[in-house]
């Protein structure tokens, strides 16, 4: 199966460079961590920092709901079938959908529970897209994490995050 384990000189091979891959990730999270909010202050003002505090909460709250969970589900089964990971992608694909329906269609209501300002709408649309592709990555970054693939999933996420 595609999500094998690696074993003795891989495993240990594998492990040391996922420290790290990790670690380049998450220091490049906390780079961005500081850019980002900073250069959103810069060009939008304190209004623009409020619509991207109102967009990143809805972004922690929306994708948990997408995953489900299902990428701890993947990394700890001790045997994977396809039909197991097609059942699984199947339905973050559905959550994504879902969680992106919902933020799409009550958005207005959500902005209304503001300010009402109609750039929020927008911005939790978009919120919606995201949501939708992020539930396309779920399984794939499980069996990456899996096989101890840090190196390519780390670079996946920091251009994701710088691309948006």
Known sequence: M???RPQGAVLRERTLTS???ILALNVARAGLLFLVPWAVAWLGGPTGVGLAQLAWGAH???LPVVS???RAAVLQRPELSQSYLSSVFVVNLAMGALTAAVLALGAPWIAGLGDGDPRLVLVL???GAVCFVFSLTVV???LLARRLEFRFLSLAN???SVGG
Request: glycine fraction near 14%.
């Open 140 to 142: 794939q970054s499980a």
């Open 125 to 127: 649309r978009w919120m």
């Open 158 to 160: 920091i251009a994701g």
């Open 2 to 4: 595609r999500g094998e």
């Open 19 to 21: 420290v790290f891959w």
């Open 60 to 62: 922690a709250v929306a």
């Open 68 to 70: 489900l969970g299902t």
